[in-house]
């Protein structure tokens, strides 16, 4: 399965594609993060966005589309921004028929750390120790995107597992 692994940012979006080559066995296949002119105005900007994730979803065939759930914890204007650029990854996914998944921050730390709480720090080193990778992928926003990637190949595959055994269940006890 591919995963291309989106942490939303008008100013910096990070991306990520991890395959899983094996049972608890990722590989990366590419990383970045696009940037946007912040002297455009908001809808060229969200343009930008929407022309530089297609190509990633045009290159890399991603078999899911996960996204950081954006949070009001920061301030509103930054939430707005994560918001809006969170909404064309989800419509760049509808568009191209690929699935789309929303995790949560404490999900992906949890998952890739064994602690919801970690720090920024401790993800990025657990990131480069599953991807086996030699340096930490900088900036941050992009070691996010791949620790969301990541958080969706482990507890994604669960969670749907999970999903079809219940609906299953549903449709026997009919």
């Known amino acids: 399965m591919r995963v291309l692994g989106i942490d939303p940012g008008l100013t910096r979006c990070g991306v990520g594609v991890v395959d899983s080559t094996g049972p608890q066995q990722l590989r990366l296949i590419d990383v970045g993060v696009i940037k946007t002119d912040p002297d455009l105005d908001l809808d060229q900007r969200l343009l ?20 950081e759930r ?9 939430a707005m921004a994560t ?6 990854a989800l419509l760049l996914a509808a568009k191209s028929k ?10 992906v730390k949890a998952a890739v750390t064994g ?13 480069k120790r599953l991807l086996k990778l030699k340096e930490i992928p900088k900036p941050v926003d992009s070691t996010d995107a791949l620790a969301l990637a990541i958080c969706h190949h482990w507890r994604g595959v669960g969670n749907d597992r999970l999903a079809a055994a219940k609906l299953k269940k549903v449709s026997k006890g009919k």
């Open 115 to 127: 602690s919801g709480r970690a720090d920024k720090k401790q993800v990025a080193e657990m990131v």
């Open 70 to 78: 954006v949070f009001s914890q920061l301030n509103v204007r930054t």
């Open 48 to 67: 930008q966005l929407e022309v530089e994730l297609s190509k990633w979803i045009n290159k890399h065939k991603p078999d899911v589309i996960a996204v």
């Open 83 to 88: 918001g809006q650029a969170a909404g064309v």
């Open 98 to 107: 690929i699935k789309v998944v929303m995790h949560t921050p404490s999900e």
